[in-house]
């Protein structure tokens, strides 16, 4: 993920590094100490295959507004990525995902129920991690896998009768992904005794890059060529996701969407006629419009950033909005 950002402050860059450097060894460590090798096979499973490491980048990030150097911070970042390691044991059990970081899912490897109990268990030694840091540490773990689960049932369970689609897709949005994004940042800015002020303004900037994080998500579905993303373009199409612009083109009345909308509101676009969607979403007012929501979002997290200091932080999270508005994977 470093790389990707290619930041020009090498004394950051390279403090960064060794951080992560100590986060993959705790975390590898950590995610298999299950007495029992055979359940550690589970657990280890996913933090061997890799990933980006992102929420471990903003647990050291949020540390930089601080003292950096205090103790926890590695510990805390291992937090953040178990517990979003614990929710992908889960979300590819519900997805049917055959592979995750080009390895097979936890469930395709060992079976539903040890995927799930995997996760569960990751889940109960994030939490004893999170314990050794203190009650903040604590609560915020809590209150952060509680709303990942939240937003995964509120997925789940669709809109509420008269609940505007997109407003449903934003609160999903927000506890699947935002609530770990945020936290992440948070945890670190705390851990390292940051400012009060200083703490809000980065979780505030998290909420935003992490919304802003799965509209590109989203966005990539329609446009990014497999060979790039690593995903086929259209799986969610395909797979009927009410992705934002779906639910915009949807919303519209646009008369340039008319051909996109009836094919849409068909249910799961078949594969005979995805090349069709996906042209059609090429010339689409929906997509130039949820292009306009990413690059609002991207704005207002990097206006809740402010003067924050150090600058050579400051300037790391803005580089992550820009890596973000041209993702490509
Ligand atoms: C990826 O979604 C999944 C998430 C961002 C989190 C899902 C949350 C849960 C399954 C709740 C359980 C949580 C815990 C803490 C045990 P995606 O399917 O949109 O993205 P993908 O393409 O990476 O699979
Ligand atoms: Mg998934």
Known sequence: ??????LREPELDNRLRESLERVEKCLSATASDAAAPRVAAITGHLAAAGGKR?????????????????????????????VHIASLHHDDVMDGAPTRHGVPSVHARFGERAAVFGGDWLLARAARLAAELGPEAVALNA????????????????????????THYFQVTAGKTAALLSMSLGIGALQAGAPTGCVEALTEYGEHLG?????????????????????ERGTDLL????????????????????????????????????????????R???????????????????????ALRPPAARRAL????????????
């Open 318 to 329: 803005l580089a992550l909005c820009d890596y973000v508005a041209l993702r490509t994977s």
């Open 54 to 82: 992102l929420r471990p980048l903003l647990v050291l990030l949020g540390a930089e507004f601080g003292e950096p150097w205090r103790d926890g911070i590695v510990e805390a970042a291992v937090v953040a990525e178990l």
């Open 239 to 282: 797979a009927g996701v009410p992705t934002l612009p779906v639910l915009l083109a949807l919303d519209g009345d646009d008369p340039a969407d008319a051909e996109l909308r009836a094919l849409l509101r068909a249910g799961p676009v078949p594969a005979a006629d995805a090349p069709r969607a996906l042209e059609l979403f090429a």
């Open 284 to 306: 689409s007012p929906a997509l130039a419009e949820t292009e306009a929501v990413l690059r609002h979002r991207l704005d207002r997290a990097r206006t809740a950033l402010g």
């Open 211 to 231: 919304l802003a994080f799965q509209i590109a998500d989203d966005l990539l579905d329609l446009r990014s060529p497999a060979d790039v993303s690593g995903k």
């Open 143 to 166: 209150r952060t896998a509680g709303r990942l689960v939240a937003g995964q049932l509120r997925e789940l369970t669709g809109p509420a009768p008269g609940e505007d689609p997109v």
């Open 1 to 6: 993920m470093l790389d990707r950002l290619a």
